[in-house]
């Protein structure tokens, strides 16, 4: 079956970095996709990768290793407005969207 | 502004009941998708469309119909609603096409509750 890992809940302090991996086993790879979700609020798109490597847009960068099945989306000089859920997805061989369950990123003060 | 909009923004409703939840969208994206999100899960596809006049099933059809008479209507029906309908529904669009990576946009959601 096809499946996306990533962790449920994240801490982090206010001007850190942050790290949240995503694991994929899936039918075929059509490009990796990370949203932001604050709570109550529609998802939004953040990030997107096909090829390895590391994209960088300001303060978030995504990283994709097709060969390992693994991405993880990067936040710097973390902010309080950071606080929210993250959706990583894989476009699949039918050009599905396969969804992990979200990273809920609890930032501290 | 253009988007998607969803209506109604929230609903309760008895079981047993029709419902539709409405979804147009402004952009002229030819693709566009049903999801539910329920708590600890990822968002699970109802239903979608490639292009007007076609249909297909996603993850979790069953108890859902869909229609795409024109490019911008994506009605979503409840023919008998049950308590296990109870979640929060989004209306996403794309553009299947070109160079674009074919990103989802997202209406504000519909939160439902069947009692």
């Known amino acids: 079956g096809q499946n996306i890992d990533q962790p449920t809940e994240m801490t982090a302090t206010e001007g850190a970095i942050v790290q949240i991996n995503c694991t994929y086993q899936t039918s075929g790879f059509n490009g990796l996709f990370w949203y932001q979700q604050h709570a109550g609020e529609a998802p939004t798109f953040l990030s997107y990768?096909?090829l390895d490597g590391l994209e960088e847009k300001g303060r978030f960068s995504s990283f994709l290793s097709r060969s390992k099945g693994y991405s993880y989306l990067l936040l710097k000089e973390l902010q309080m407005k950071d606080s929210a859920s993250y959706l990583c997805a894989v476009r699949d061989s039918n050009y599905q969207l396969i969804w992990g369950a979200g990273t809920k990123l609890i930032i501290k003060p | 502004i253009a988007g998607i909009t969803q209506a109604p923004t929230s609903q309760i409703l008895a079981a047993g009941r029709r419902m539709t939840l409405r979804c147009t969208q402004d952009m002229r994206h030819n693709a566009m998708y049903w999801y539910r999100q329920d708590l600890g899960l990822g968002l699970r596809l109802i239903h979608y469309?490639?292009?007007?006049?076609?249909?297909g099933k996603g993850e979790v059809p069953d108890g859902y119909s869909v229609s795409r008479a024109n490019t911008d209507d994506f009605p979503l029906t409840l023919a008998s609603a049950v308590p296990s309908q109870t979640s929060v529904y989004f209306c996403?669009?794309?553009?299947?096409?070109?160079?674009?990576?074919?990103?989802?946009?997202f209406g504000e959601g519909s939160r439902l509750t069947v009692l």
């Open positions: 990768n096909v």
């Open positions: 469309s490639n292009t007007a006049g076609t249909t």
């Open positions: 996403a669009s794309s553009a299947l096409a070109g160079d674009n990576t074919g990103e989802l946009f």
